[in-house]
Nanobody, 122 residues
Framework: VQLQASGGGLVQAGGSLRLSCVAS????????MGWFRQAPGLEREFVAATTWSGTLRSYGNSVKGRFTISIDNAKNTVNLLMNSLNIEDTAVYYC????????????????WGQGTLVTVSS
């Protein structure tokens, strides 16, 4: 499974941004998709995850109510809509795919894409 993330960029605080991640070579081998982020000097943090069916979703506490994860099965794509961005959301965002269940930990995800940088300015 190969994951290609896109959509990062520079945005002002209070603004919105949408990230996308295309999964190729999936062939039913993954059950869930997720987003993590990593700011300089900090550990990688769980952001959101969803099953491919879209029926189960999970969010990190710091983004709940502001971010929305969604699935486009026809395009094998997972999207992350980020609203009300603040400076603390500045990080490299990574998409990931998990084989089993809907997890929130790094070890729950078995495939990782390259990161896309989101920078929120004041």
């Amino acid at each position: 499974v190969q994951l290609q993330a896109s959509g990062g960029g520079l945005v002002q605080a209070g603004g919105s941004l949408r990230l996308s991640c295309v999964a190729s070579g999936r062939s039913g081998s993954t059950y869930s998709m997720g987003w993590f982020r990593q700011a300089p000097g900090l550990e990688r943090e769980f952001v959101a995850a969803t099953t491919w069916s879209g029926t189960l979703r999970s969010y990190g506490n710091s983004v709940k109510g502001r971010f929305t994860i969604s699935i486009d099965n026809a395009k094998n794509t997972v999207n992350l809509l980020m609203n009300s961005l603040n400076i603390e959301d500045t990080a490299v965002y990574y998409c990931a795919a998990g084989r089993y269940g809907l997890g929130r930990e790094l070890h729950d995800f078995h495939f990782w894409g390259q990161g896309t940088l989101v920078t929120v300015s004041s």
